[in-house]
Every structure is written in structure tokens, then in C-alpha cells.
């Protein structure tokens, strides 16, 4: 069974720090992998990866896909106690699962100030 | 662009009734697909709709249904309401990022809180 496993499971860290954030995947198919952060609300896309854009980068945050390891890092610099969150991954396979996204259990990032 | 609008955001209903959950998408996006989310299981897949069509379906009950009108809107319903069936229901609304390969971004609704007593 196509199985999505996030690292670590929860991390506390203090403002100004630098966290990188894991995301692993076992798929027989690939088609994208997304990030998204959750507050007390919905999941908020943060960016999408596939296999001709492997890497990304909005303002602090940045990710890469590794597709021979088959997964994914969030890396988020100089944290601030806004980035405080649950941070998802999913994959979308590829067939015709189209609008169909896998998640991992997510990564609970706790920014000190 | 407005966002995906959900209604109703809480709702409280007893075992054994049933429920309706209803889901606006951004406009212009054809696919929505709804998700379960429970602090025990995460965010887990129910269905997808395209086109008035359900294109995908999650490892649900047949209580769990759904459905999309011509104009995107998409309603799921849960029949028999069971105490686990307490849980966010998530509607996203997807775009087709890049054409040739089918990939879309989803983008979620505010989702509704069910809460079965």
C-alpha cells in the first residue's frame, strides 16, 4: 500500500532558527508532491513538486524533491513564532488518481520566541 | 478569486441521523475532492468529483457518499451517523497546474466541524 511518512513526528524550536523538515514516500506511482501548512483551520498550499520541478522557494521557506530517495525536505530559515503549525505532505500518484492526495501525519512545528 | 466556501462550519447531530455537507470551489475549478481529517487517522482521502462525474473514491463506507452539480458545486452526505464519524470534513478545490500530465493543485476549503453525540 502507497505509504507517506513524515519526520520528525514534532519539533520545538526557538525564533531565528533554522528547521528542515522530512517527508518520505513509498508510491508505485508518481506524479506530485505538495506541502501544506495547518493552523487552526485548513490546509494552506505551500508549494508543489513533480518531476520537472524539483525544487522551490517562497520567501523563508524552500523545498526540494529527491527523486531517487523519494522524498522531500521543507526547510524553513530564520523561524518565527507565525510559522508555528502542522506541516503536511501528500503525494498525488499518477493513473488516474487525479484529484486524489495521499498525506503523511505531519510534522507539529512549535516556534519559541 | 474567492476561495473554497464550505457550509455549514460546525454542526452537532446524534447517532443514527444523517447529514449534508455542502462545498463551493474556487471558480473555474472543475474537481473537488473531500477528506476526513481525525486526530487518530490524519487527513484521509473519501472522493473526488470532475464533471458531475466521481472520478476517485477512498476506502469508506457506503454511508459516505457524494455528489457535483453542473455548475462544480459538490455535496457529500453521511447516512446513519456513527459516533467515529466525528471529525473536520475538508472539501478542496483543484486546479490543473500542468495540462499535459495531469497534475493538479488542491486548495482547501475551511472545512465543516461534525460533531456526533
Known amino acids: 500500500e502507497d505509504k507517506v511518512v513524515q519526520s520528525p513526528l514534532s519539533l520545538v524550536v526557538h525564533e531565528g532558527d533554522t528547521v528542515t523538515l522530512n517527508c518520505s514516500y513509498e508510491?508505485?506511482?508518481?506524479?506530485?508532491l505538495l506541502w501544506y501548512k495547518q493552523e487552526k483551520k485548513a490546509p494552506t498550499f505551500l508549494f508543489m513538486l513533480?518531476?520537472?520541478?524539483i525544487e522551490k522557494k517562497s520567501g523563508r521557506l524552500s523545498s526540494i524533491l529527491d527523486k531517487k530517495e523519494l522524498s522531500s525536505i521543507l526547510n524553513i530559515t530564520a523561524t518565527q513564532t507565525g510559522d508555528s503549525a502542522i506541516y503536511l505532505c501528500?503525494?498525488?500518484?499518477?493513473?488516474?488518481?487525479?484529484?486524489?492526495?495521499?498525506f503523511g501525519q505531519g510534522t507539529i512545528l512549535t516556534v519559541h520566541p | 478569486k474567492a476561495g473554497v466556501t464550505q457550509t455549514p462550519r460546525y454542526l452537532i447531530k446524534t447517532r443514527g441521523q444523517q447529514v449534508t455537507l455542502s462545498c463551493s470551489p474556487i471558480s473555474g475549478h472543475r474537481s473537488v475532492s473531500w477528506y476526513q481529517q481525525t486526530p487518530g487517522q490524519g487527513l484521509q482521502f473519501l472522493f473526488e468529483?470532475?464533471?458531475?462525474?466521481?472520478?476517485n473514491k477512498g476506502n469508506f463506507p457506503g454511508r459516505f457518499s457524494g455528489r457535483q452539480f453542473s455548475n462544480s458545486r459538490s455535496e457529500m452526505n453521511v447516512s446513519t451517523l456513527e459516533l467515529g464519524d466525528s471529525a473536520l470534513y475538508l472539501c478542496?478545490?483543484?486546479?490543473?497546474?500542468?495540462?499535459?500530465?495531469?497534475?493538479?493543485?488542491?486548495?482547501f476549503g475551511p472545512g465543516t466541524r461534525l460533531t456526533v453525540t
Open positions: 508510491v508505485t506511482n508518481f506524479r506530485s
Open positions: 501528500a503525494y498525488n500518484a499518477g493513473g488516474t488518481s487525479y484529484g486524489k492526495l495521499t
Open positions: 513533480t518531476s520537472s520541478g
Open positions: 478542496a478545490s483543484s486546479r490543473l497546474a500542468v495540462t499535459t500530465k495531469g497534475i493538479y493543485e488542491q486548495y
Open positions: 468529483y470532475f464533471s458531475e462525474t466521481q472520478r
